[in-house]
């Protein structure tokens, strides 16, 4: 069998099981475990799958927007970019998309800021749920089980995670905001995209100087982010669902 084939037998295998294991893929494929760990690593590093941090793998962002693309007719990066790059030029901020991928998330579109010193996301980056403005929004839309797994994670590596208090906020709101929490200096301001049916799809996450970016900054800009967020959404086919175990609680 061909390395295509095997492949597409790799990615049908997760996308049905919804994740998987190395050793279950091995057994499965039929290949050396050393030959379906290479195969495996090219789709992770292709954004085909993901790996979360148990070591199994899931669909990537790119299978999603693949998936997407097929069954509604739209990309969702297109649509992101396009209501992006207005929220860029009202603000001159930097504005990225990023999309839950299990216990992650993936920058998948990114429009820089005019300004001289701007914060840098590249395209494909896996950051985790749970730290940052966009991280702590799509997990406030996650599941209550991804959602625990995440926390526990989050606390074992000595981070402080968000608080119930502040994921029932999030949802109530939409929006979350963050200063100096991943990296000094900076400031950013996150918005959920969800789909008709409630699920989210992505948010949408202003970023820049903290300096620049100060409390009231926030606040005069935000109805811009939950502008842009909002035209994204209404721009989504009704079949547009997460495909990533996310859903509205």
Request: negative net charge; contains cysteine; charged residues 20%.
């Amino acid at each position: 069998m061909s390395t295509v084939a095997k492949a597409a037998q790799a990615i049908d295998l997760v996308v049905r099981a919804g994740e998987t294991r190395l050793v279950d893929l091995t057994s499965a494929l039929g290949i050396p475990k050393s030959s379906a760990h290479r195969l495996l690593a090219t789709l992770v590093a292709e954004s085909i799958l993901t790996k979360d941090e148990r070591g199994c793998y899931l669909p990537g962002v790119r299978l999603m927007v693949w998936g997407s693309s097929a069954a509604t007719g739209f990309d969702l990066r297109q649509v992101a970019a396009r209501h992006m790059e207005v929220l860029r030029d009202q603000t001159g901020e930097t504005v990225n998309f990023h999309v839950p991928s299990g216990e992650s998330r993936l920058c998948v579109v990114a429009r820089p800021g005019t300004y001289p010193l701007v914060p840098v996301v590249p395209i494909g980056e896996s950051l985790p749920l749970g730290r940052g403005a966009a991280g702590i929004v799509l997990l406030a839309y996650a599941t209550a089980e991804l959602q625990d797994r995440v926390i526990a994670r989050l606390r074992e590596q000595g981070h402080q995670p968000p608080s119930a208090e502040t994921l029932a906020r999030v949802r109530e709101t939409g929006w979350h905001s963050v200063c100096d929490e991943l990296e000094p200096g900076l400031t950013a301001v996150a918005v959920g995209v969800r789909a008709a049916t409630g699920e989210s799809v992505g948010a949408v996450a202003l970023g820049g100087s903290s300096a620049r970016l100060t409390p009231e900054r926030v606040q005069e800009i935000l109805p811009e982010v939950l502008a842009c967020a909002d035209r994204i959404a209404a721009d989504l086919p009704e079949t547009a669902l997460a495909t990533s175990g996310h859903s509205s609680r």
